[in-house]
């Protein structure tokens, strides 16, 4: 796995620098000293950064505040002094939480849980082209390309078809992570929309048609969702 280190204390970034060199399932591309510079790193999209090794508490920008700059985040281990900050990190779904001073095992322990989490994802995107959902205290089958869009409703999400309205109990985030990211994308913090199913955008909204050619608008959440949507579309201008 290719990974960076953030984190604004020079001894720590040397002893996650060993650590990380004495451990073959990872490449070191970065050693850095502020979440400004992660940021530039990875808004470069030069390199493929796998993992992110990240300290909370640094000036200009907390490891929090980056977390919620970018829409599209590698793996996350978190690297910090204080506890306080887990509940907060964990709604950014990293992968571990990691407590100053670290020790090698413990260390290894989060890496191990990367490379797990890594082989599940890459498994799940050469899967097939269908989820199973609860309905009716049955399993039915959804074929991706029938998903218009989907919407959080506090502790439900309802996956809206051509035909059909499905309200489940599942949150946004857990199913996002079931959905081939080539083919789906959040816009915005309550959708996710299927990218072939959209007919046009204007301003702030994304118009989708269903299967009655209804027009349905789903709004843009902000800048960032925007340009991460516009990155993914095959636009000519």
């Known amino acids: 796995m290719n990974c960076i280190i953030v984190d604004d204390d020079e001894f720590i970034r040397k002893i996650l620098e060993e650590f990380v060199n004495r451990t073959k399932s990872l490449n070191l591309l970065h050693s850095l000293s502020s979440?400004?510079?992660?940021?530039?790193?990875?808004?470069?999209?030069?390199?493929?950064?796998?993992?992110?090794?990240?300290?909370?508490?640094?000036?200009?920008?907390?490891g929090l505040d980056f977390l919620k700059s970018l829409i599209c985040l590698p793996q996350v281990i978190i690297v910090s002094i204080k506890d306080k900050y887990a509940i907060n990190a964990f709604d950014y779904d990293v992968t571990d939480y990691l407590l100053k001073?670290?020790?090698?095992?413990?260390?290894?322990?989060?890496?191990?849980?990367?490379?797990t989490r890594q082989k599940r994802d890459k498994?799940?995107?050469?899967?097939?082209?269908?989820?199973?959902?609860?309905?009716?205290?049955s399993l039915l089958k959804l074929n991706y390309s029938d998903i218009?869009?989907?919407?959080?409703?506090?502790?439900?999400?309802?996956?809206?078809?051509?035909?059909?309205?499905?309200?489940?109990?599942?949150?946004?985030?857990?199913?996002?992570?079931?959905?081939?990211?080539?083919?789906?994308?959040?816009?915005?913090?309550?959708?996710i929309v299927n990218i072939s199913k959209i007919h046009s955008i204007e301003d702030k909204n994304i118009q989708i048609l269903t299967g009655d050619m209804r027009e349905n608008y789903i709004p843009i959440g902000g800048k960032q969702y925007k340009n991460k949507l516009y990155s993914e579309l095959n636009i000519v201008s």
């Open 123 to 137: 498994i799940h995107s050469a899967s097939s082209a269908e989820i199973f959902i609860r309905h009716n205290s």
């Open 101 to 115: 001073p670290i020790s090698y095992e413990r260390f290894c322990k989060a890496v191990n849980k990367a490379l």
């Open 35 to 62: 979440a400004i510079e992660a940021v530039n790193v990875l808004s470069s999209n030069e390199e493929i950064i796998d993992l992110i090794f990240l300290d909370i508490e640094m000036p200009e920008m907390t």
């Open 148 to 191: 218009l869009w989907i919407e959080a409703m506090e502790n439900y999400i309802v996956i809206n078809t051509l035909d059909e309205k499905y309200t489940i109990h599942f949150t946004l985030h857990a199913i996002e992570d079931k959905l081939p990211v080539k083919q789906f994308i959040r816009v915005h913090r309550s959708f």
